[in-house]
């Protein structure tokens, strides 16, 4: 295991409530996964699972969340490529039932932007629906997986991948030109401890207003703030395979994207976002 992600240098960085019980790993199938068994085995609302590396890894939809543990021979497992990400997820159990579930994503969205502007002082955008964007590339992506009942959440698991220290030529083809890293754009690169207490710190506050109408609001005007593509006529893929192009306008108090489609507006719940420049 890397040095800073031993426990005891993790614990000393957190701040706030979220963080502890904590598990990190030097290698995991996915933290999500491991969250989920640990919630079901009675694990506490803000206990956090970190690893260095993730053999499988995923983002929306079935996709790979790659690592450089996973970007093929261009990982040697060398010291300047180990610590390259920030992988952890976090256990929830949240009480605003499957009506803020989708609001989990907005929240976490917008803790890390927060936390990683505060720290570097860059300027870090939203794509709806979970990706973090540094200079329209992608430099983190959330995934939030629930266990539900019928009309409850027994328990929501929300996983974030920060891109911190990978070098662009050790990335993998298919995230060249797309994703970027955070000493790709500053000369002040937190350690991963102390990102991962900023988020934390960031989420713990955004997270009440999850289940408070007037929270909520707010919460969707800060994303709002933060998006790299309202305003602006984007490609939008849905998971049957087609797509539409149209004028991205307003986030709906539920985190949906509403569309502007010549004059017809249309609610998104769940696609794929394509600027167009």
């Known amino acids: 295991m890397a040095a800073d992600l031993r426990p005891e240098v993790i614990e000393a960085a957190l701040r706030g409530r979220f963080g502890r019980p904590l598990r990190s790993f030097e290698s995991v199938g996915s933290t999500n996964d491991v969250a989920l068994d640990w919630a079901a085995a009675g694990a506490p609302e803000g206990a956090v699972v970190v690893a260095d590396h993730q053999t499988s890894g995923r983002g929306r939809r079935g996709r790979r969340w790659l690592d450089p543990d996973q970007a093929g021979s261009r990982f040697d497992g060398t010291a300047d490529q180990i610590g390259s990400l920030l992988m952890f997820s976090l256990i929830l159990r949240p009480s605003g039932g499957l009506a803020g579930l989708s609001l989990l994503t907005t929240a976490a969205g917008v803790a890390c932007a927060e936390a990683v502007e505060g720290l570097t002082g860059l300027d870090v955008k939203l794509k709806w629906p979970n990706d973090v964007m540094l200079d329209g590339r992608k430099l983190a992506g959330i995934l939030v997986e629930s266990r539900a009942g019928a009309d409850a959440v027994d328990v929501a698991v929300l996983g974030c991948g920060v891109n911190v220290d990978w070098a662009e030529d050790a990335m993998p083809d298919e995230l060249a030109g797309r994703a970027v890293s955070l000493s790709a754009r500053s000369s002040r ?59 991205a306008r307003r986030l709906l108090p539920n985190g949906a994207l509403e569309l502007d489609c010549d004059g017809v507006a249309r609610v998104v719940e769940a696609a794929d976002i394509e600027q167009i420049r």
């Open 189 to 247: 690169v937190p350690t991963r401890p102390e990102l991962l207490a900023a988020v934390l710190v960031s989420f713990e506050h955004h997270y009440p207003r999850i289940a408070d109408r007037s929270g909520a609001e707010g919460l969707i005007r800060a994303a709002e703030a933060r998006s790299a593509i309202l305003g602006e006529v984007v490609a939008v893929r849905f998971p049957d395979g087609s797509s539409v192009r149209a004028l």
